[in-house]
């Protein structure tokens, strides 16, 4: 591969590609970005020192790296497309977003068909972090790309984990999404059953933190439930339903039996269906869902009696 001055390219700046954005051209990679519904993170971008571009095919001409950080592998293949006839050799398309590998897989083969390299470089942890430029990212690429867009992902990331090739970003990824959205099932559900027994959330707080089970994550998701801070951790349900669907597709792929994975994903689905499928319903609301289905249950059952 051979060497390349880079011209920066980041399509979706939203919660997390704001602030990943703003690291990029601070950190003095020329930098295009393109709005979609909401002109204030562009606005506060070419203040920074970035240009607009206003198609994705002058945004691909203009670039020869392009991040993308959308909201599922839909969006990203729909934007790839539009791309695809402007995209010249030797540009690389970095996927930032959390999308299903079999997509991922195929859209690498796509590209390669027009010498376009692609690398899957999903990430963790929250806006705050995306903001300070600590975030943490899983990359699936072969040797050279990564080398070629490592340097770009540090402006933005503290810790970068090369896992393997093209798809394996993604894969680990989902794996890390079931671990954390399976933590906010387990503790939606105990601060449910907790009230219902008598216990108050502060009581139930002061035994789990600082203790073992205490994480980042636990502090984040209960910054709602303790303080009734709605943006402590903006991530928000209807993402979390559908990486637990990409996942399940996963394991299928791989004929796996997933009854924890299962049951996790149907209760999201059960907040989503429920009225938590709003841009501000995040993760931590999910044990408000949780505690009103119960209450459902007692309504039914003395009704029932009666």
Known sequence: MAEIEEKVGF??????????????VEKGFPLTVIAHRNRKPVEDLLGRGA???HSLTELAKNSTMIFLCLTSSKEVSSVIEEMRPALAPETVIVDCSTGDPTVTMRLAETLAAQKVYFADAPLSRTPKE???????????ADDATFQRIRPVISTWAAKIVHIGGVADGHRMKLLNNFISLGMGALFAEALALSRKVGISVERFDSVIRGGRMDSGFYQTFMGYALEGNRNAH????SNAYKDL???ESMANDATVATPLASAVKNCYAAAVAGGGNGPEDYVPHLADFVARTNMSVDRRSKQAAV
């Open 11 to 24: 399509i979706g700046v939203g919660l997390m590609g704001h602030g990943i954005a703003k690291n990029i």
């Open 51 to 53: 240009r607009e571009a």
């Open 130 to 140: 995306a903001w300070e430029g600590t975030l943490d990212c899983m990359v699936g």
């Open 234 to 237: 903006r991530f928000t349900l």
């Open 245 to 247: 669907k990409y996942l």
